[in-house]
């Protein structure tokens, strides 16, 4: 079964500052997709970025870009210049080629500091 | 409305009762999914549907819990002789289709509490 791990509770970053959030996952697939999810204080979870396992270049969506390692099972998110407005839960998911359910990671509350 | 809507936002109910979580997707979105967020922890998987048809639900905890779809569009979750430990926010997400690389657009949750 497919499991995904994040590793950091919590992370704080300062405002314009970069931060990385990390996930490791662990599958035998080959091919699958990797997302990272953000939960604000309202609850509704927001897509923030998504990668396609045989994709080698790391997906990029304005201030959030990935570090997909796929021999070391590993999918971090960076976040450039830091606003207040992403201080949020982020959550790490995967899916497998055949669709279905998303597995979540415990998530990574960040705050960011002004 | 132009997303994934749920009611109630918050329930409040007595061990024992039982209580009926909706969810309505974003229309013509085929996928549904139920999930489970306990207070400062991960989301839970419980229950995907293809249409009114639930090819997984291998998340459900017990068969206190079920889940049905109706028109390929509005589900309900039940929650059967409600426990403390039930105490939650379900999310509900719908998606275009099952293709994986799908993004999953989430409601705002229902949050139960079980007293």
């Known amino acids: 079964a497919q499991t995904v791990t994040q590793s950091q509770p919590e992370m704080s970053v300062q405002e314009a500052e970069t931060v990385t959030l990390s996930c490791t996952y662990d599958t035998s697939e080959s091919d699958y997709y990797l997302f990272w999810y953000k939960q604000p204080p309202s609850r509704q979870m927001i897509l923030v970025i998504r990668q396609e396992a045989y994709k080698q270049q790391n997906a990029t969506e304005n201030r959030f870009s990935v570090n997909f390692q796929k021999a070391a099972k590993s999918f971090s998110l960076k976040i450039s210049d830091s606003q207040l407005g992403d201080a949020a839960m982020y959550f790490c998911?995967?899916?497998?080629?055949?669709?279905?359910?998303?597995?979540f990671g415990q998530g990574t509350e960040l705050s960011v500091k002004p | 409305g132009a997303g994934v809507s749920q009611s109630p936002s918050n329930k409040v109910t007595e061990k024992g009762k039982d209580v009926e979580l909706r969810c309505d997707p974003i229309s013509g979105h085929t996928a549904l999914y139920w999930y489970r967020q306990s207070l400062g922890q991960g989301l839970e998987f419980l229950i995907y549907?293809?249409?009114?048809?639930?090819?997984?639900k291998s998340g459900l905890p017990s068969d206190r819990f079920s889940a049905e779809r109706t028109g390929g569009s509005v589900s309900t979750l039940t929650i059967q002789r409600t426990q403390q430990e039930d105490s939650a926010v379900y999310l509900c997400?719908?998606?275009?289709?099952?293709?994986?690389?799908?993004?999953?657009?989430f409601g705002e949750g229902s949050r139960l509490t079980v007293l």
């Open positions: 997400a719908s998606s275009l289709e099952r293709l994986a690389a799908g993004e999953l657009f």
């Open positions: 549907f293809q249409g009114n048809s639930a090819p997984d």
């Open positions: 998911a995967y899916r497998s080629q055949r669709g279905g359910k998303l597995i």
